[in-house]
């Protein structure tokens, strides 16, 4: 799959790391971990900025994170105001790995509260369109 | 302290919504402002360097365009941008191509006309305010942004809505004298009242942050002539110094951000930069113009520039430390919150606030006790690139 696919709406077609998108249909949420270093990456990446190497392979971003922080969004830039309201936030897994999604629609926004156990989840948008979220642990 | 690079010459358009003119004609604003203030002619200009942010611009390539409409041409000109910070970038590079002996006088210019596209345009492009890759499909734009900071900072230190309010009064009691603002009425507990109908500033926009937390798109330009000491001795009875410069950059993305509580890492890197370099501490400073896009960003900003100790930003709000009378006055012409924030010339605005501050000149909006040390903090995205700026006589 292309890149086009990532989330409600994608900015970007072309990237190396498209793969994330397959890797999305397969149930996955991966990040990407430098194999000359160690280095790891979520949102993926397919350079590595620690070492420099381009010499990167795939791994399963963790389920038990918390949830560091969150917006509710009233608002929204064209394209997604139909969403609205929806929750952002940032969920932190520890091990210097954070990821940035929507919260789960079914999770009701007075339910959202900061160090909240979480979990992640891919997720397939009608459309067809392919993301992931958080979800209560 | 060293005296190497002064302003000689301020100035500012008003910041307006819907400025009836062209970028061209706006830039022209500011630009003869400052050089009437600084008594120059244009040939005693060697360089000059104009700052936006180009997702606003129709015009590609401003530099050269405007150069040659204020009268700039054939001395050489380039763009810099470093979104709402541009202009402050602009002027650490003016001072360095100063010190390095290439230039004497140096004009920057920062200007943005947010107009100059549909505000179904400007809607779209909000949402690709930060992390196009990343970020922005999950439907992200700025106040989204600046609230994770809020959320996370409001739960660790207690700071409270009614915190965020009082700085948003504070800009508003400013923002009535400042007669280049684009909003000039006071503001009142009453408009962040939700039981209130006529309350204009309750709304949530991307909750904890409502209307009234945020500052306003505008049109503007900002002008600041920089010269080296010679020149500034020969031009200028009132030179204002520029002590110190920091400039930090962070991550784009959220994913990547360390503590969300404890605010914007740019503001801290940049403030050490700049006092280390002036040989001052937080406490020198008399007045100070801050970043306050939202208010969350004016508390947030305290702590960074060390005017209050992590997680305390709300007692200087709760006491008046930063009004004109206290301690420290921070933004005391209306800030961003009330002048409004055209991108691109935002820092050039905030310098003209501290330079008109200690030259005794800002007329209703004068700190008392003849400050002598001035503070500049500028912020571009949501804490993507942090500048510092500080200035004495």
Known sequence: ?137 | MAKEVAIIGVGQSSFVRGYEGSIRELAFEAFREAMQDAGIANKDVDASIFCSAPEYDKQRSPAGVLAEYLGLIPQPTFYIETVCSSSSSGVKVGYSMIKAGLHDVVVVLGFQKMSEITSAESQERMGRGADIQWEAPFGTMMPAYYALYAQAYMAKNGLTHDDLMNVRVKSGTYGQTNDRAVFRKGVKPADFDPKNPDARMAAAVAWPLRVGDACANADGSSCIILANAEKAKAFSKKPVWILGIGAASEAVNMAARPDFAKGLSVGYGAAKQAYNMAGITAKDVKVAEVHDCFTIAEIMAYEGLGFAPMGDGKQLIREKTTYKEGRIPVNVDGGLLSKGHPIGATGGSQMRTIVLQLRGEAGPMQVPGDPDIGLVHNVGGVGLYGNVTIFGR
């Open chain 1, 1 to 137: 799959m292309g890149f086009d696919k990532f989330g409600r709406k994608s900015f970007t077609g072309v990237t190396k790391t498209a793969k994330f998108v397959d890797l999305l249909a397969e149930g996955k949420i991966e990040g990407t971990v430098c194999k000359q270093c160690g280095a790891k990456y979520f949102p993926p990446r397919s350079d590595c900025a620690a070492c420099l190497s381009k010499d990167m392979e795939w791994f399963e971003m963790p389920k038990k994170g918390t949830l560091e922080t969150f917006t509710i969004a009233y608002y929204a830039p064209f394209g997604f105001e139909k969403d609205c309201p929806y929750t952002m936030g940032v969920a932190d897994f520890s091990d210097n790995l954070k990821l940035f999604a929507r919260l789960a629609g079914d999770i009701k926004p007075e339910d959202v509260k900061v160090g909240m156990n979480v979990s992640i989840r891919p997720l397939k948008y009608d459309d067809g369109q392919m993301s992931f979220e958080i979800t209560k642990a």
